[in-house]
């Protein structure tokens, strides 16, 4: 499996600019897309998933152009929106019967077993004759992902599908989409959750408004953040300072004063040592210090 994009663009109505000449490769497994809220994923995902059509560029899905094969594309994927909703008045296993149908299964009995073996997969299967609208919000979430590989889909889009679970259910949902990405399929996680790409994904793109700032492993990424992660021990009188000038990524009280994580080039004589980065420090590094120093690649 393999999605080409090839200068692709999107302006809408009132002029503003959403992808800027996005040029990217993607292929089977994991796909991290990173990036603020407003930085274009959205509307990347929504042309992807046949919803939206770009202003210009192409998008080729395993052979298959976007234009003109927007059928052949849809039997190809499973969607999670990020504002998932579904009728109030069905039942869980129900629901997951209609989505089912919509994806094309027409035998009953092979989509009673459908329904009943992702139930289990996504751990709703005890909750199946509850009403959908009943569920938590967490099995809500369950119930999305469900109705997006009830098809067995090649390419499975989850936009924001994290958001608002407590840890363990977004644990839980990355467990499951890693395990399905060891098949031959391509899995696009579009989230600006950090951890979200750290924990799954083996490559990733970072878009930030609108273009495409960053493609590559996450450790490529973090290897561009090497030096730039500072442990300042701080006394109450620093602390103000250092919060106002530089990007903190954490706070911890000490006896003493305060040990402060910032990402910057240098801190400027304040007390403190390189430590090694992470995918959050990577990113918070790039957005406060080095992108709008870039043009899109």
């Known amino acids: 499996m393999k999605i080409t994009i090839e200068n692709l663009n999107k302006i809408y109505p009132n002029g503003n600019q959403a992808l800027r000449d996005i040029n990217l ?3 089977n497994g994991m796909f991290g897309l ?4 407003g930085a274009g994923k959205s509307s990347l995902m929504r042309i992807l998933v046949t919803l939206m059509q770009p202003t210009s560029g192409k998008v080729v899905m395993n052979g ?25 008045h069905l039942k869980t296993y129900e629901f997951l019967d209609y989505a089912a149908r919509l994806a094309g299964m027409k035998d009953s009995r092979t989509r009673r077993l459908a329904v009943d073996k992702m139930l289990e997969e996504v751990g709703l299967f005890e909750a199946r004759d509850r009403q959908a609208n009943k ?13 997006a590989l009830i098809n067995e ?16 259910e977004r644990i839980r949902f990355r467990n499951l989409l890693s395990t399905i990405s060891t098949q031959d399929v391509i899995i696009i996680l579009s ?9 799954s994904c083996t ?19 973090v290897t561009r953040a090497e030096g730039k992660v500072w442990l300042i021990q701080a006394t109450e ?13 954490s706070n911890v009280p000490t006896s003493k004063g305060w040990e402060i994580q910032v990402v910057s080039d240098s801190i400027n004589g304040y007390s403190g040592e390189n430590i090694a980065p992470n995918l959050e420090h990577a990113y918070v590094y790039f957005m406060e210090s080095n992108l709008n120093q870039w043009t899109a690649i």
């Open 135 to 147: 569920l938590s919000g967490g099995m809500k979430r369950r119930l999305g992902i469900a109705q």
């Open 237 to 249: 009188a620093e602390y103000l300072e250092i919060n106002e000038k530089f990007p903190v990524i």
């Open 34 to 37: 990173l990036g603020p809220n």
């Open 191 to 199: 989230t600006h959750i950090v951890g979200d790409i750290s924990s």
């Open 203 to 221: 490559d990733m793109a970072l878009l930030n408004q609108g273009g495409l700032a960053f493609t590559g492993s996450p450790d490529e990424l």
């Open 64 to 88: 298959f152009d976007l234009t003109r094969d927007r059928d052949k594309i849809r039997e190809m994927l499973g969607y999670l929106p990020q504002d998932f909703r579904f009728f109030s």
């Open 153 to 168: 889909p090649k390419i499975i889009i989850v936009d924001e599908p994290t958001t608002g679970l407590d840890p363990e």
């Open 25 to 27: 490769e993607i292929n």
